[in-house]
């Protein structure tokens, strides 16, 4: 009954479950769910087609496959492609692998050197709209030598041969998942006797417009070990896949056997509310085998990770309300062993406990400290925000000005670019606000300007690096001119959600957003849509939702100053 079953290259770095519900006749099956398609609405798909359209006016011997809809006709090409030899093969499409339960394909096939029988051999090329690498942090321990892991070329020279080390950059763990994908296409590749010889590797490109060439042969991801003395050890992207995915063929040949007999396996994984959640067709179905006190249900901020959830439920505690009733002393000696591939788990588990004591008593908000909590004033009160697009430019200066010496009504001013910005276009727009900010500071009256985390001068100091003086003053002003409200809120108060601004302004100060989802991720795809919707009504109403999103956020941070200054 399991032997057609296949798995895509998204099934190894997806939840479990889903794979389980897929295949369980039990469970009631719900549309077809296509997991590139959030990236897709986030501008993915035209990323995708610029980085290959780039590629395809580089290399010379390119076929372009895209225009080919039949899997068994693109297949057919893809084979006589490699067999002439052909240098890049955009929407290349192995054969299934139906030994392995592997289907799909990369974005592109790019030659590397021969196979050890002399034929053309191919590495896989992905794409992702996001940034796939970050500054290197020296005390991180799961990077490999210098300049080893990470090798960068230039879209005009995507080859292996072109790649440089860069010694300064990392590859940045959120971007685990892309790896897993290049995995299985590599493995696929193998399977269909296409795989470059010599060391297996990946060409990935991101939103900087570079391929990164990644060796999915090293080992340098930090993974969970019950046999490490540390808890935890470094593999592959390579090992790291192969275990995730035997694993999920595990529990879909289980699946495939529950038909809501007597005689039915239990399933080998359990629902865990996880991010991945938000936006999974299966999410209804695990939602009803969740208690609603669950401890993944519930602790939303700093959330225990899988392998801690899984943990304290073999420990017998699986809802807030156990944990609030355990000893957590006697707790830590039965689980900290369990969970040492997790930096601070012991502070992470004492932290949930406090949120968990907190949720049990219905308690959004603890007061920290008692007395006024001091917020620094000005005749000139401004808060400000700013939007950035998923390419990490800023787009949007939001500033919300109260004269408050002269009396009169705050006014919302903004300072906007509708277009995927560039770096000097983005610093362009940063210079227009900070030249208008700054001739309010030469007023002669004390102008203090009001934010929440420290994201806004950290984007201010990284624009400012490229030394344009009117950014150097804002830097400057900033030392003393600025005010991080997070950091008041920080030595106050304790929050059981966290101290987020959504958070403390609606369960603090009691501002309440107009939009009724209001977030920065979805102010991602609301300015994607305003820059790319084809209809130009829909991009002037992403438009003004976004415009209508910055403002709210301004005014709660004046509401919530409000409020802080109003403790006692």
């Known amino acids: 009954m399991?032997?057609?079953?296949?798995?895509?290259s998204y099934a190894a770095r997806s939840c479990a479950v889903k794979t389980h519900n897929r295949f369980d006749a039990t469970v009631p099956p719900q549309p077809a769910s296509d997991e590139s398609l959030p990236e897709v609405f986030a501008g993915g798909a035209e990323h995708a087609r610029q980085m290959l359209?780039?590629?395809?006016?580089a290399v010379p011997a390119t076929i372009d496959l895209r225009g080919i809809d039949s899997p068994t006709e693109r297949t057919a090409r893809t084979a006589d492609a490699i067999a002439l030899g052909l240098s890049l093969i955009i929407a290349g499409s192995p054969p299934v692998d139906g030994l392995g339960r592997r289907t799909g394909r990369p974005a592109a096939l790019l030659r590397g050197p021969n196979r050890a029988d002399g034929t053309a051999g191919y590495f896989p090329v992905l794409t992702r709209f996001g940034k796939l690498t970050e500054r290197r942090r020296q005390s991180r321990p799961s990077e490999a030598a210098e300049g080893a892991v990470i090798r960068i070329a230039a879209l005009t020279r995507p080859e292996?041969?072109?790649?440089?080390?860069?010694?300064?950059?990392?590859?940045?763990?959120r971007n685990e998942g892309l790896l897993l994908q290049a995995a299985h296409h590599w493995r696929m590749l193998q399977a269909a006797g296409w795989a470059a010889g010599g060391p297996p590797r990946a060409a990935l490109i991101g939103t900087d417009r570079r391929v990164t060439w990644i060796d999915l042969g090293q080992a340098f991801l930090r993974t969970y070990s019950a046999s490490s003395p540390t808890g935890w050890r470094l593999r592959s992207p390579l090992e790291r896949y192969d275990h995730?995915?035997?694993?999920?063929?595990?529990?879909?040949?289980?699946?495939?056997?529950?038909?809501?007999?007597?005689?039915?396996?239990?399933?080998?994984?359990?629902?865990?509310?996880?991010?991945?959640?938000?936006?999974?067709?299966?999410?209804?179905?695990?939602?009803?085998?969740?208690?609603?006190?669950?401890?993944s249900l519930r602790i939303d901020k700093s959330p225990l990770d899988i392998r801690e959830i899984s943990a304290l439920r073999g420990l017998g505690v699986e809802t807030v309300h156990d944990l609030v009733g355990a000893d957590l002393d006697r707790l830590k000696i039965d689980y900290l062993p369990l969970v040492r591939h997790r930096p601070g788990a012991e502070r992470r588990l004492e932290l949930a406990a406090r949120r968990a004591d907190l949720l049990a008593?219905?308690?959004?908000?603890?007061?920290?400290?008692?007395?006024?909590?001091?917020?620094?004033?000005?005749?000139?009160?401004?808060?400000?925000?700013?939007?950035?697009?998923?390419?990490?430019?800023?787009?949007?200066?939001?500033?919300?000005?109260?004269?408050?010496?002269?009396?009169?009504?705050?006014?919302?001013?903004?300072?906007?670019?509708?277009?995927?910005?560039?770096a000097r276009g983005e610093r362009a727009l940063a210079v227009r606000a900070i030249r208008w900010l700054r001739q309010l500071v030469a007023s002669g009256r004390t102008v203090r300007v009001y934010h929440y985390s420290d994201y806004e001068v950290v984007q201010l100091r990284r624009l400012a690096a490229a030394g344009d003086p009117e950014l150097a003053w804002a830097l400057e002003f900033a030392r003393e001119g600025f005010c991080d409200l997070y950091r008041v809120v920080a030595d106050h108060y304790f929050g059981a959600h966290g101290l987020g601004l959504k958070t403390v302004a609606t369960r603090g100060a009691g501002f309440t957003w107009r939009d009724e989802d209001?977030?920065?991720?979805?102010?991602?795809?609301?300015?994607?849509?305003?820059?790319?919707?084809?209809?130009?009504?829909?991009?002037?109403?992403?438009?003004?939702?976004?415009?209508?999103?910055?403002?709210?956020?301004?005014?709660?941070?004046?509401?919530?100053?409000?409020?802080?200054?109003?403790?006692?």
Do not use: M
């Open 361 to 422: 008593r219905d308690v959004a908000l603890e007061r920290l400290t008692s007395g006024p909590i001091e917020v620094p004033a000005a005749d000139v009160e401004i808060d400000l925000d700013i939007e950035t697009s998923r390419s990490e430019r800023v787009y949007l200066w939001g500033f919300r000005v109260h004269d408050v010496a002269a009396g009169s009504p705050p006014e919302f001013v903004e300072f906007s670019a509708w277009w995927e910005l560039d």
């Open 53 to 57: 359209d780039a590629l395809a006016d």
């Open 518 to 568: 209001p977030g920065g991720l979805n102010s991602l795809t609301w300015f994607d849509e305003a820059v790319h919707a084809v209809d130009p009504v829909e991009r002037a109403a992403a438009r003004a939702r976004v415009l209508a999103y910055n403002e709210d956020d301004v005014t709660a941070t004046w509401q919530l100053r409000r409020w802080l200054r109003e403790q006692q």
């Open 2 to 8: 399991s032997a057609g079953f296949l798995l895509d």
């Open 244 to 295: 995730e995915f035997r694993f999920r063929v595990k529990v879909a040949k289980v699946a495939l056997r529950r038909t809501g007999g007597p005689q039915d396996p239990a399933p080998l994984v359990r629902p865990i509310r996880i991010r991945e959640c938000d936006h999974c067709v299966w999410w209804e179905n695990c939602r009803g085998q969740l208690d609603d006190d669950d401890l």
């Open 160 to 173: 292996f041969s072109a790649s440089r080390g860069d010694p300064e950059r990392s590859w940045r763990t």
